[in-house]
């Protein structure tokens, strides 16, 4: 009987601890720096191509860390920028792959009716491992592939923080 009651207390302690651990989470998150080197060599990358565009980094809740516009950058290029950035940082994938998807999937269309989001290349997350942290939007790039490929540029530039 003693040895039920002595499992029966650890089966609770473990239980309690279990939930105790869920209550507090430990996540990663984007710090000013490292979304200030992402806008900057986000630029850069357009830049190098020739292309003038609007650059945006959130963090993981979609809420903005940096903003950037090159020389020449058209005004609209900001409002599809942020709205790449969210959009990718709220759904954990890139806009382009996205797109894609509600192209082909007739029930996917509806995304484009969620507040804030932007079903056009250009918005890809970033991440540490498999946890999305924020992300980042580009708009101006003549072609939402070109948008994307340019921060797939600048997240390599990055890459040894994102360990």
């Not at 869920?22 to 200030?36: C, F, H, I």
């Not at 999937?105 to 970033?126: C, E, Q, R, W």
């Amino acid at each position: 009987m003693r040895n039920v009651i002595k499992v029966s207390a650890l089966a609770l302690s473990l239980v309690a601890a279990a939930a105790s651990a869920q209550s507090v989470r430990t996540e990663k998150n984007m710090s000013l720096e490292l979304a200030n080197q992402i806008a900057a060599a986000s630029v850069a990358a357009c830049a190098a191509n020739g292309y003038a565009v609007g650059v945006t980094v959130v963090d993981r809740a979609g809420t903005v860390r940096a903003v950037q516009r090159a020389d020449n950058a058209g005004p609209h290029t900001l409002g599809a920028s942020l709205q790449k950035a969210f959009t990718s940082a709220s759904a954990k994938n890139t806009t382009q792959a996205m797109m894609e998807g509600a192209q082909k999937n007739p029930a996917a269309a509806n995304l484009v009716n969620i507040p804030g989001y932007l079903l056009l290349g250009g918005g890809v997350p970033v991440k540490v491992g498999n946890e999305v942290i924020g992300a980042v939007g580009i708009g101006g790039a003549p072609g939402g592939h070109l948008d994307e490929a340019c921060a797939m540029a600048a997240l390599d530039k990055v890459k040894d923080q994102l360990k």
